[in-house]
């Protein structure tokens, strides 16, 4: 008991001190019934800052002309096709489209995986967009005949 009565003694000089000095008391904590009414305000600036996205899942990515990486994702759908996931390796072909639109075997390669899936439209708007790149190829005449078959 007489060191709660010390502490209480210790705390109402300190405060008596302090109001003679003619600065603000010293902040405490509310007792065991009252709630704090005062909040922190948070600093604000000029200039709002996003916090960088944690999730890394929800980051958008912007593509931009990178033939390098096209290449590296088509060799990385290639190893998911191998392993028979076909749904993984749609996605890195595509990717690597949005990395290089000019990818031929990238749009080639899509629509196998897409045919694979049976996604018809998917494959056969890839399959356009082979022979718009690669008219010429040696494998054209099968491709417009897989064309005529997803009609």
Do not use: C
Not at 17 to 29: E, K, L, N, V
């Amino acid at each position: 008991m007489s060191r709660r009565l010390l502490a209480l003694l210790a705390l109402g000089a300190a405060s008596l001190a302090a109001q003679s000095s003619g600065s603000p008391p010293a902040p405490t904590d509310p007792a065991p019934g009252q709630l704090k009414t005062e909040r922190p305000q948070p600093a604000t600036s000029d200039k709002e800052e996003v916090p960088p996205e944690e999730d890394s899942s929800l980051v958008t990515t912007s593509y931009s002309f990178n033939p390098l990486q096209s290449k590296k994702d088509v060799l990385v759908g290639r190893e998911y096709a191998k392993k028979g996931n076909y749904r993984a390796a749609a996605r890195r072909y595509l990717t690597a489209t949005k990395w290089d639109d000019s990818n031929s075997e990238a749009w080639l390669l899509l629509g196998e995986a897409d045919e694979r899936l049976k996604d018809r439209n998917a494959a056969r708007d890839a399959y356009k967009k082979y022979l718009e790149l690669a008219s010429d190829a040696k494998n054209s005449a099968d491709i417009r005949k897989k064309l005529d078959k997803l009609h």
